[in-house]
Structures are given as structure tokens and as C-alpha cells.
């Protein structure tokens, strides 16, 4: 489990604590597009040979801790695309302000800069960059 949370590796799994929180505040999720069957935080759940990338997400009830590395902007992508056709997408991601895909699609979202630093699933240590939510809701329909 140690590729989770190495620099060796892109995936960083979800603490189980901090994801109730969440589910606990935004309501309940239907699917988490970046998973595996161990860490998975809804039943339906996109693995890595399903590529939620290419998957239709809308109109669920999204979580998304997508591989930190360099595909992120692909994901934060999907995520702005999808909330446009109604999917509820909260995105756990590292704080990185200084990108093209933070200006690009975090900025669109509502953003929360979590205090600390979070311990990954599975790890002994906080990871070494500070983290943040970027929530996207679907457009409001009009009457």
C-alpha cells in the first residue's frame, strides 16, 4: 500500500475520516470516479482500467480524488464539464494555486483550503503539500 502515498506514485487514497466529514456536510455520493475496489467511497465506483474520463458522471452525486500527477487537469476538466450537465462534483486535490489547471477549473468552483496538512489513508505521515475542495454544482435551473 505504500504507492499510495510515495512520491513514487500519483494516488493518494482518501482518510475515511475526512471523507465522512465531507459526506456528512455535502449529503451523500453515488460515485467516486477515481477508485479502487479497497478504497472506494461509494458503490459505484470508476476504476482505473473503467477511465472515469470517459465516463458519464452526471447526474450523480460525485466524489473525485483524482492521481495527483499530471492527468489532474484532464480530471478537473471532467469535473467542471460534468457539474455543466448536473452532476454535484466535490473534488479533493492538492492545493496547487500556481498551475494552469487550478486557474483553469478550481477557480470556477467553490474552493476550501483545508487547515494542515491531511494523512492519507494508509500513511504514517501528513503528506508533504497542503490540500484543498473544490466543489462544483450544477447550473441553476430556471423556472
Same mark, same amino acid.
Given at each position: 500500500m505504500a504507492f499510495f502515498f510515495s512520491s513514487a506514485s500519483v494516488e493518494w487514497a482518501t482518510p475515511d475520516h475526512f471523507f465522512?466529514?465531507?459526506a456528512k456536510e455535502f449529503g451523500p455520493f453515488n460515485l467516486d470516479v477515481c477508485a479502487t475496489p479497497r478504497n472506494a467511497k461509494a458503490a459505484r465506483y470508476f476504476t482505473k =482500467?473503467?477511465?472515469?474520463l470517459t465516463q458519464p458522471w452526471a447526474p450523480a452525486r &460525485?466524489?473525485?480524488?483524482?492521481?495527483?500527477?499530471? =492527468?489532474i487537469g484532464e480530471w478537473m476538466r471532467k469535473a467542471w464539464e460534468e457539474s455543466r450537465k448536473g452532476a454535484f462534483v466535490v473534488c479533493l486535490v492538492p492545493s496547487r494555486t500556481d498551475t494552469a489547471w487550478w486557474h483553469d477549473y478550481a477557480t470556477k468552483g467553490q474552493v476550501r483550503?483545508?487547515?494542515?496538512?491531511?494523512?492519507? =489513508?494508509?500513511a504514517r505521515h501528513p503528506a508533504p503539500f497542503p490540500s =484543498?475542495? &473544490?466543489?462544483f454544482?450544477?447550473?441553476e435551473k430556471s423556472n
Open positions: 465522512r466529514q465531507c =482500467a473503467d477511465n472515469g &460525485v466524489w473525485m480524488n483524482p492521481p495527483y500527477g499530471r =492527468a483550503f483545508l487547515r494542515g496538512r491531511l494523512t492519507f =489513508a494508509g =484543498a475542495l &473544490v466543489v454544482s450544477p447550473p
